[in-house]
């Protein structure tokens, strides 16, 4: 279709499509994404250790902070900013910016690390920048579905390169380096098939070039502090076990114990994304409150169960699964639980305050609970290794759902569930996810 400026009538009705019809197969998408990418990451831990998985996995972490850098331009808020202004406006200036993110990740990492670093991690950015930012075009059209398929043939891309490499040898090895050039192939050909998809859009948005809108720079800028701060929560640890301790196989199982949270947090994620996208519509306060409380308790019930799956399983699952030099990898993710549980909860309170523009108040959350559990890492890390960059993580992720929620209810102080939520088919339906994934996997 050719690009227009859309209306706001426009939008609501293209967002109304696709709370509607695009909700279950985002779920299904993301679930099928979340397996197809953690067979990925299993292989990879299985053929190069726990070593190389370090290695892959911080580089990976100056990659996602790249990636996270350029979301203060070519982020969420794009896809916000598409309701209000032409692509014209909105597209052309956030290529430039990751371009400039690009050159200042590469100057850095060259100047305090080494070039080799610069290269790779690069390398690796530069494809997965420009998706993104197709990826957040599509949100803002509405091409949720188009999105959703280009994800999901990412991962399959991914696995299948990743196969080429190994089989390519005897041994059934692969090295850092053929990992990271599998996944830059794999982005630069769903790169190629979105540019082609959204043509006639990114053409005339280049051709009819128009000045950038302030809010795309103000409104990114808050909304993108609380995702840096919430992005570092996260992956900072990999290097800091790395720097604290002067070798990779610790941040490896902690890389993995971390992808077991991912995959556990697929309810949140997906809950949440459904929650945010029914909130932007409506206008109705009590409504925003009502439906952020019940999805809510859906995540962390569909969460609790998965971790309880999690701990039923034997320690040798996780090796076989692995591979060897794995075998702390069950205390490890049973020592995460406290954390995995907090993000499950408070992902919709965060999902609630940045559907409402309270982005300063993400910011505060995510920058105290960052701030603890950096200070608590320092503290354990020394003594504990990995143990201790878990129960930091612990600290840290349990603050962040004390603040969002305090900033949640004192928006809304009377907020309360209204009517009754069926447990017994939301365990149907949890036990079906889980028996589908772990089918997957």
């Not at 985002?26 to 979340?34: E, G, V």
Request: hydrophobic share 55%; proline share 2%.
């Amino acid at each position: 279709m050719v690009f227009s400026p859309i209306s706001f009538v426009g939008f609501s009705a293209a967002i109304k499509r696709m709370s509607n019809s695009s909700a279950l197969s985002t779920f299904i998408s993301q679930l099928l994404r979340t397996a197809l990418a953690a067979v990925f990451v299993v292989l990879c831990s299985r053929w190069m250790g726990p070593e190389g998985r370090g290695e892959l996995g911080l580089i990976l972490f100056w990659a996602g902070l790249l990636a996270t850098g350029n979301d203060y331009v070519g982020g969420s808020n794009l896809a916000n900013a598409l309701q209000r202004h032409s692509m014209a406006s909105v597209f052309p200036v956030s290529i430039v910016w990751s371009l400039v993110v690009i050159l200042m990740g590469f100057v850095g990492l060259s100047y305090f690390f080494t070039s080799a670093l610069a290269w790779k991690v690069s390398s690796l950015a530069l494809p997965l920048l420009l998706l993104n930012i197709q990826y957040n075009v599509q949100q803002g059209l509405a091409l949720v579905r188009q999105r959703n398929r280009l994800q999901l043939l990412l991962e399959v891309l991914k696995l299948l390169l990743l196969l080429t490499f190994a089989f390519t040898t005897l041994s059934l090895s692969v090295s850092v380096s053929s990992v990271i050039t599998s996944m830059v192939l794999a982005y630069a050909v769903v790169l190629i098939l979105s540019t082609g998809l959204l043509n006639q859009e990114i053409g005339l948005a280049l051709k009819n070039r128009q000045w950038p809108p302030g809010e795309l720079f103000t409104h990114g800028f808050w909304s993108q502090n609380g995702h840096l701060a919430q992005f570092l929560a996260y992956r900072l640890s990999l290097y800091t076990l790395t720097f604290l301790l002067g070798n990779h196989s610790a941040a490896g199982i902690y890389a993995n114990a971390l992808l077991i949270a991912d995959a556990i947090w697929i309810f949140a994620n997906s809950f949440g994304t459904i929650a945010h996208v029914r909130i932007l519509r409506s206008k109705n306060e009590n409504f925003k409150a009502d439906i952020t409380l019940r999805y809510a308790i859906f995540a962390l019930f569909g969460t609790v169960l998965a971790c309880l799956f999690m701990a039923v399983l034997p320690s040798g699952i996780f090796v076989w699964v692995f591979g060897k030099g794995f075998e702390t990898l069950k205390d490890t993710s049973l020592l995460l639980i406290p954390a995995i549980l907090a993000v499950a909860a408070s992902s919709l309170f965060s999902h609630y305050l940045h559907a409402v523009n309270r982005f300063k108040a993400l910011f505060i959350a995510n920058v105290c609970g960052l701030v603890l559990q950096t200070a608590v890492g320092f503290w354990l890390i020394p003594c504990w290794g990995v143990y201790g960059a878990c129960i930091a993580a612990d600290a840290g992720f349990i603050l962040t759902f004390f603040l969002v929620y305090g900033f949640f209810k004192a928006r809304n102080p009377h907020a309360r569930l209204k009517g009754k939520i069926r447990f017994r088919l939301l365990l149907k339906v949890c036990m079906r996810l889980l028996k589908g994934r772990s089918a997957r996997l």
